[in-house]
């Protein structure tokens, strides 16, 4: 029964393959990894060990993004909000995230942006997250863009962009009166965590919560959202599959 349970989940998953529109493929999927403490409690099992087996899922899953075509993938790791959980907890996640951008960072495949307020982290684990980003830096032109996202909040974010905004225009000697008759969108979009980097296509969340939390405020005003009961441990290929298939079925008017 197990092998013919394998054979079967084999060919769905190539059937999805088959289905897949791929002109329509999203090129940044950002992905809300979201219930490895329910997944946790389900298991009988310590919150820890929930974190740990989330963490085992990203190279997989980077790997399906990496064979379907997407060309950048964030992973929202560490809100600001969990930083305020015990602080046992915490440093326990804390060493699991950066064991994972370690690994990420020295794989090869991918090219690692932090994307977050690392300044809100304890200092010894927000100095070894930048040393794996400075690792990367030369990772081949194909490789998989990978923000991981950790210490972050969108609010915090947007907070963060105006307030260097008026620092840099300070030191240009503007007040306060001409950079608000000057300030546009693209200003603001320049002083986020990610600069320069093209807006989501795609944001998905995990264990069936469906609201955003804060991920990616600015620049998900246009994305496709999709949310998945499954969580995120237990987030299979199909389930990515699906995803892409479902995007690829919509109509994006992108406010228009």
């Avoid at 060919?11 to 329509?24: K, P, Q």
């Avoid at 199909?238 to 995803?243: C, I, M, P, S, W």
Wanted: glycine share 8%; hydrophobic share 40%.
């Amino acid at each position: 029964m197990v092998a013919a349970g394998n054979l079967l989940y084999e060919l769905y998953e190539r059937r999805l393959v088959r289905e897949l529109d791929r002109e329509r493929v999203p090129q940044h999927v950002a992905v809300m990894l979201d219930g490895n403490r329910r997944w946790a409690r389900s298991a009988g099992t310590t919150t820890a060990h929930g974190h740990r087996k989330g963490a085992d899922k990203i190279t997989e899953f980077l790997g399906w993004a990496q064979e379907t075509g997407i060309e950048r993938v964030t992973l929202w790791m560490l809100s600001t909000d969990n930083l305020s959980r015990d602080p046992g907890e915490v440093r326990d996640l804390l060493e699991i995230i950066a064991g994972t951008v370690d690994t990420l960072a020295d794989d090869g495949r991918w090219k690692i942006c932090l994307v977050g307020a690392l300044d809100l982290l304890p200092g010894d684990f927000a100095e070894r997250l930048r040393a794996a980003e400075s690792r990367n830096t030369d990772a081949p032109p194909e490789s998989l863009d990978v923000n991981v996202a950790v210490g972050y909040g969108g609010r915090h974010e947007i907070t963060d962009a105006v307030r260097a905004l008026l620092k840099e225009r300070a030191t240009r000697g503007l007040n306060l009166g001409e950079v608000a008759e000057t300030l546009t969108l693209d200003d603001i979009a320049d002083h986020l965590y990610t600069a320069g980097q093209p807006d989501p296509d795609l944001v998905i969340r995990t264990s069936g919560e469906q609201r955003l939390s804060g991920f990616l405020l600015w620049q998900s005003v246009h994305s496709e959202f999709y949310f998945c009961e499954t969580y995120w441990p237990d987030f299979r290929k199909v389930d990515f599959l699906r995803a892409l298939r479902d995007y690829g079925q919509r109509e994006r008017r992108l406010g228009r």
